[in-house]
């Protein structure tokens, strides 16, 4: 069973930046593909990035690519999401998620487990 564990949520300014780390307590990490989904007050839960199993394979949406980086470290059971040049829209609760099953999927029904998701604000 994974359980992911995320920071590094708060509060930003526009333009600025943020680094969301992931850290699972499993011992076969590798052998998961991990995405970051976000939902903003009032809005559904939408994909934002996903990463491969060996880290090369990498998609986001599309108002983020170019701002947004998502990239692991096995060896320490973590993936991340660099976030720059933030924008208000960018603002909402962040979730890292796992799944066992897939070779990558930026769908929600796909993943399996879902950390307990941490908060980005973006202010004008």
């Known amino acids: 069973q994974a359980q992911l564990v995320e920071s590094g949520g708060g509060l930003a300014q526009a333009g600025g930046s943020l680094r969301l780390s992931c850290a699972a307590s499993?011992?076969?990490?590798?052998?998961?593909?991990m995405g970051w989904f976000r939902q903003a007050p009032g809005k559904e839960r939408e994909f934002v990035a996903y990463?491969?199993?060996?880290?090369?394979?990498?998609d986001y949406k599309d108002s983020v690519k170019g701002r947004f980086t998502i990239a692991r470290d096995n060896a320490k059971n973590t993936v991340y999401l660099q976030m720059n040049s933030l924008k208000p829209e960018d603002t909402g609760v962040y979730y890292c998620?796992?799944?066992?099953?897939?070779?990558?999927?930026?769908?929600?029904?796909?993943?399996?487990?879902w950390g307990q998701g941490t908060q980005v604000t973006v202010s004008s």
């Open positions: 499993e011992r076969t990490f590798s052998m998961y593909v």
């Open positions: 990463v491969s199993r060996t880290g090369v394979g990498t």
């Open positions: 998620a796992a799944d066992i099953n897939s070779a990558y999927s930026d769908r929600m029904s796909d993943y399996e487990y």
